[in-house]
């Protein structure tokens, strides 16, 4: 039985779409834009990619340095015009040639008004007729830009800096480039629309803008009945910048697949438990323990509920693990000896602060009368903001204080307080002894008392990090789990329990159809379904792990792993069925360009799984 995707079909619908990328470098355009190809690809969408920036590079001008894209200069500014329009006309001359649901990704900077007018015109000429969406990306986040100014190190502009030195240059020059569009940079807003609005032979200014990676998301007009601009919108408020793995895990054996039988729903066998063991033990030398527990996604058969359940308890015993670590480096705290401190680093901090009196290990610091106790190892950065203190200061960043006045060394103090935001300020103190510290005994009473409260605190604060067993259990047995019919295994309808190889045997003309085409073919009866099913059911599943901030783990077979696979890989949906996944773990990282496969293979419990034979 085959099946035709009506959505596809050139009699059923035809649209010719134009998303233009707008804004400035490192903001994430590329990434997005490739998110987009890959989500249309996947749904079955003719879709393209035309990159102003390679047609740079193919013209000679790869590695152009900042100074090409320096708006004052009017040479290379006419020259980027140019391509960008050269690379505008290869688009919509694709797009001409297309039939059905078709779209054109314009990945250019598209930073001015006027680019962006010119880019209307022009597509306002398009025969046959495109409808044209710009897509902003703003970015102020500077965790987020950080890490995409490294990424944008291993493009094609710099990929040949490999030393340190040569990275640095590069980078320089990178931000020398961003900083020459921002000095042209003109966000989209309502005026350009009301200016665009105001010329009638021009169509409405139709725009998304996706703002911090994700955080918010702003659509005019995009709505209506195109089906590529609603699934392009359902994406954007799914799509975020931030970094973050996906973990892609098959499943082992069935006690049908023992018995070589298609389908249903029975539990692991030995060997798919030892494989379903070794599997998560691989999955978790993976994981970022750093971050977030994963999401874990599965569907609702049985074999993936005991999947689950071995990741539940794998991560209870690493969390184990975690608790005796720190329990004993607890105990090897407490039993370190007291220690006079004689040189300590900190940083900036409220002024006005005396010094007092050192009392062992515990520094004393009085501000306006009230005193705190807090530790201090030598040389290291003081956790508490504000001056260590000490009977005597011997020199303050290195500056001898030896006969200098007393308010003297304050404002020598103050002075180097307003710099310490740019590097720790280092205070050589001369401490006294516990007796010394103890004439002055309203102090000391003070102080015993704030560091009994400061200990017990400390103890408490400890207790509180330290999880108790039942709260670790507690807390494995409430690992996020999605369960999801969508994530089951691909159903073979009339055939479910009919023996792994008589399909050739028994029904010649379905084993045929197969064959002939993987992808549309659907299995006979009710509920039978195609791989073509598979991707259109798995789509939510996509944007929910688009969605997630965290890692994603998905535990499935093999017919769903090369489904995400096809996805997060942007194969053609053809050559979905036939995507090879070893049994094991497949990691996907996100990159500049998308995500990168890595794939950790699982060598024991191996056995016959007709789940993954598909």
Known sequence: MTYSNPVTDDEAVSERIVIAMVGLPAR????????????????GVACKLFNAGNKRRDKGKAGADASFFDPNNKSAQEQKEQMAMETLTDMLNWLSAQRGLACGLF???????????????????????VTLIFLESECNDESILRANYELKLTNDDYKKATTDAERQAARDDFMG????????????SDAEADAIDATPELPPLRYMKIVDAGKKVVVSRCDGDSFVCRWVVQLMHSIHLSPRRVHIVLCGQSCNDAEQI????????????TFGKAAVETLMSRLDTTREPPVVMTGTLLR??????????????????TEKKKREEAEKKKAMPARVRRTVTFGPGPLGMVFDHVVGHATILKVDGYVTIFNVSPGSQAEHQGVVVGSKV???????????????VMARIKEEMQRAAEKPMVLELELPSVEEAARTAAVVAEAEAVKKTAEENA?????SSIPS??????????LPVHESRNLNELCFGSLEGLQGGRLRDFFPEEYELREADRLNYRYPGVGGQSYYDLIVQIRAVLLTIEASRRDAVVVCDLAVARVLLGYFQGHPIAGIPDLDVPPGVVELSRTHAGFSRTDFPVHVGLASMLANLR
Not at 394 to 408: D, I, N
């Open 177 to 188: 480039r961003v900083h020459a569009y921002e000095k042209v940079y003109e966000p989209i």
């Open 469 to 478: 067993r039942s709260s670790l259990r507690s807390r494995a047995r409430n």
């Open 262 to 273: 298609r389908g249903g729903d029975s539990r692991l066998s030995e060997a798919g438990l």
């Open 394 to 408: 011997v020199s303050v960043a290195g500056e001898p204080m030896e006969g200098v006045s007393r308010p003297a």
């Open 459 to 463: 103890a408490a604060s400890t207790a």
């Open 107 to 129: 990945d250019a900077t598209n930073t001015t008004v006027a680019r962006r007018r010119a880019v209307i015109e022009r597509c306002a000429k398009a025969t046959p007729a």
């Open 304 to 321: 993936y509920g005991q999947m689950a359940e071995i990741l539940r308890e794998a991560i209870l015993s690493f969390e184990r693990k």
């Open 28 to 43: 994430g355009k590329s990434f997005i834009s490739k998110a987009i190809l890959r989500y249309l690809i996947f749904l």
